[in-house]
C-alpha cells in the first residue's frame, strides 16, 4: 500500500512537500514514482526515484524546481516542490513498480518510469492546488 499526503492550496511560488509511505511489499525491490493528473489530460510522470539504486528522474516540467529523495529505513519518498506554478495544479499520486521483476524481463526503469501501466502500487492522490 501506499499512502500520499502533503497537498494542499499554494500561492504561486510557494512550496509544498509532498509525503509517500510504503507497507506491505519489499521496499528495496521497487522504485516510486509522482505522476499528477488534472482532469481531462492524462496521467504525467513527474518525479522518479530507485531508493537503493539511487537513480532519479525529474520531467522537463519540473526540473530544477522539485526534488525527489526517501528514507530507505521509514519506506518513504518525499517530493520537495519549490517555485510552484500555476500549471503544476493536480492530483499527485505515488506509485510503486517491482524494478527487479521489470529487469527480468528486459524492462529498465529508464524505459518505464514515465509509463502508468507499468506500476504494481498506487496511492489515494493528493491534491496540490496552486493559485495566481
Known amino acids: 500500500q501506499l499512502q500520499a499526503s502533503g497537498g494542499g492550496l499554494v500561492q504561486a511560488g510557494g512550496s509544498l512537500r509532498l509525503s509517500c509511505a510504503a507497507s506491505?511489499?519489499?521496499?528495496?525491490?521497487?522504485?516510486i514514482a509522482w505522476f499528477r493528473q488534472v482532469p481531462g489530460k492524462a496521467r504525467e510522470g513527474v518525479s522518479c526515484i530507485s531508493p537503493t539504486d539511487g537513480w532519479i528522474y525529474y520531467s522537463d516540467s519540473v526540473k530544477g524546481r522539485f526534488t525527489i529523495s526517501s528514507d530507505i529505513a521509514k519506506k518513504m519518498v518525499f517530493l520537495q516542490m519549490n517555485s510552484l506554478k500555476t500549471e503544476d495544479t493536480g492530483v499527485y499520486y505515488c506509485?510503486?513498480?517491482?524494478?527487479?521483476?521489470?529487469?527480468?524481463?528486459?524492462?529498465?526503469?529508464?524505459?518505464?518510469?514515465?509509463?502508468?501501466?507499468?506500476?504494481?502500487?498506487w496511492g489515494q492522490g493528493t491534491q496540490v492546488t496552486v493559485s495566481s
Open positions: 506509485a510503486a513498480v517491482d524494478i527487479h521483476t521489470r529487469a527480468s524481463y528486459g524492462l529498465s526503469l529508464d524505459r518505464i518510469k514515465w509509463t502508468p501501466d507499468e506500476y504494481d502500487y
Open positions: 506491505g511489499f519489499s521496499f528495496s525491490n521497487y522504485a
